[in-house]
């Protein structure tokens, strides 16, 4: 997992940024991107994809990774947004928020999938999240961020079940969404299902 970090290290880059997003394919919900910097020392075998660890998990992985990252931030891309731009984009215009507001910024940017145009080194790593731990951590962060929200939502409109299925479109969300329709500000509605009743 640190593989793709020896080599920036072996370059002399010493703040190695990793970048991801969560909730993509989500139908509800927002899009969240993280940027993690790790010391160039730290390694932790537990830190993998998000999608590979339990919800307890990631919750200890992300309180520890707050205690030993360099910097980190994280960013919330609204589904509206990502309406307007298409999730793609939103992912891409997150992570560059990212860079934009850590206050320590990294020399290297290792890039879960997508190609950043900025002026910072990096890598555009297929899979990135199961090959950097840089990356994973980005995962793991935005991850335990967006799950919080999704049941901050589903205490707000406990009849879609949103802490339970965190927006994506499971059985129990397309039967709500069928009895009690979409929620403007929460649904995206530039995804097929819902496009039919915008």
């Known amino acids: 997992m640190k593989k793709y970090e020896k ?9 190695i940024g990793g970048l991801d997003e969560v909730g993509r394919g989500c139908i509800g919900g927002p899009l969240v991107c993280a940027l ?3 010391p160039v020392d730290y390694d932790n075998k537990e830190i ?3 999608k590979l660890l339990s919800a307890k998990k990631r919750q200890e992985l992300a309180q520890e990774i707050i205690n030993v990252a360099i910097d980190y931030n994280i960013q919330v891309i609204s589904p509206q947004v990502v309406d307007q731009i298409n999730p793609k984009n939103a992912s891409k215009e997150g992570m560059l928020k990212c ?7 990294p020399d290297y940017c290792l890039i879960d999938f997508e190609k950043l145009d900025i002026a910072i080194p990096n890598s555009s790593i297929t899979k990135g999240d199961q090959q ?16 919080n929200m999704m049941v901050e ?3 707000q ?3 879609y079940g949103f802490e339970k299925h965190k927006g994506y479109l499971t059985k129990f969300h397309w039967e709500a969404l069928d009895k009690y329709g979409p929620l403007p500000g929460i649904h995206r509605f530039s995804y097929r299902p819902l496009k039919k009743d915008k």
């Open 7 to 15: 080599i920036a290290y072996q370059q002399n880059y010493q703040l």
């Open 36 to 38: 993690v910097i790790l």
């Open 48 to 50: 993998n994809d998000s």
């Open 99 to 105: 860079i934009e507001a850590i206050k320590t910024k």
């Open 132 to 147: 950097s731990i840089s990356i994973a951590a980005a995962s793991i962060m935005a991850k335990v961020y967006r799950d």
């Open 153 to 155: 939502l589903g205490k």
């Open 157 to 159: 409109y406990p009849n």
